[in-house]
């Protein structure tokens, strides 16, 4: 069979972005397929410091210093009573040079950078196309059929390879039936854009604010450019539609009173429009790759955003892809049992931020006490809200486990494992 060309990306976010540059740069020949015009909206917005390795493999470090993204320096916990925790300042544990300073980007600006800069590296990109169904060959997934939205023609791509780099659409695994929920982490989400509303000074005006409401719901605060900022609730939805509220700004607005730090910081500014709704359920893929096809990013596994891992993962899971196809194009080798240690240790990282996730949800659980009966638990938490989530834990996840049971302690709650083969017909 002729090919198209060597890696057909679908979806054009950070994961898909990221693979492509790092395999444009090894000469390989890479088509990107995003089903958008870009720039366009997208939530998640705060980068965590491990985002650092990735933006550097891949040159865009250097255009995150000229942007005007606000830099970010810590995250912060404030309790219903607008108790506020010490900042957990990255630059306690990394060099301040690297990944003790992130950014707090707007995603429209942030994933055209990314997306500009596969083109730089070589990718070709075709925006405004939509991904209809893979191509089938003996078992194995030999392309893809995509439909031109400003033409409507359609047509037949053919690849040595396929990335579903679709996000939380997860085209691949949906369609074959992979895609499984957490049994825990259902949660609804709903937020909102300020301008103009109170933010902190010097190293904490750019600090990602978690602040609880009650029944282990809570806020994000994300300050961005141009004076506005990012506000969101994330709880069960039973919890937010108590008494029969369903309007999105009647929710918005109602949690606002429960937690006393939110609102003092929009007392001042003024909302801009529109409150946007979805649904945070956390989900995994049972296999991260079959013959011709692998899962980056939330096609692999989206995780509660609670600690801000989505884009570090996507990023992460990009840079990891673009190496283990490079290396199996170069050794003739495009088999699933290639990309076993790419899944082995995406998941492991994000099963090390799940356990974090489902301790915070716990109502017993509380950052000050582990720290105040361990000490050199900071360290380690800070490592892992940072995106240092391949590392040992395993005397973290034992001095929490006396306050509060893992995932792997409840009945409902075992690890997540993938299986790197998967049947695709």
Known sequence: MSHDCDVLIIGGGPSGSSAAAILSQYGHRVLLLEREKFPRYHIGESLIPFTFGPLERIGMIPKMRASAFVKKYSVTFVQPDGRRSQP????????????????????????????????????????????????????????????????????????????DCTGKEAFAANQRGWRLRDPYLNKIAVWTYYKDS??????????????????KGWFWHIPQHRGMTSVGIV?????????????????????????????DRLSVGEPTGEYFVTSEYSRHSRHCAAPGLLLLGDAFAFLDPVFSSGVMLALKSGHLAGEAVHEGLAAGDLSPARFAAYGTALRQGIENMRKLVYAFYDPAFSFREVIRAHPEAGGLITDCLSGDVNKDFTQLWSWIREFVPLPEDLPYGEPLVVEPDGPVS
Request: glycine share 8%.
């Open 88 to 163: 957990f300042y990255f630059f306690t544990r990394y060099d301040r040079g690297t990944v003790a300073q992130t950014w707090q980007v707007l995603r429209s600006e942030f994933d055209q950078l990314l997306l500009d800069n596969a083109r730089e590296k070589g990718a070709a990109v075709r925006e405004e196309t939509a991904v209809n169904r893979l191509l089938m060959q003996d078992g194995a997934v030999v392309g893809v059929e995509a439909t031109d939205r400003a033409t409507g023609h359609t047509s037949q791509i053919h690849a040595r390879i396929t990335l």
């Open 198 to 215: 109170r933010r902190g000074e010097g190293l904490d005006e750019g600090d990602t604010t978690v602040a609880y409401l009650p029944e």
């Open 235 to 263: 709880a069960e939805g039973r919890y937010l539609t108590r008494g029969g509220v369903k309007e999105p700004r009647e929710i918005f607005h109602r949690e606002v009173e429960e937690n006393l730090w939110i609102k």
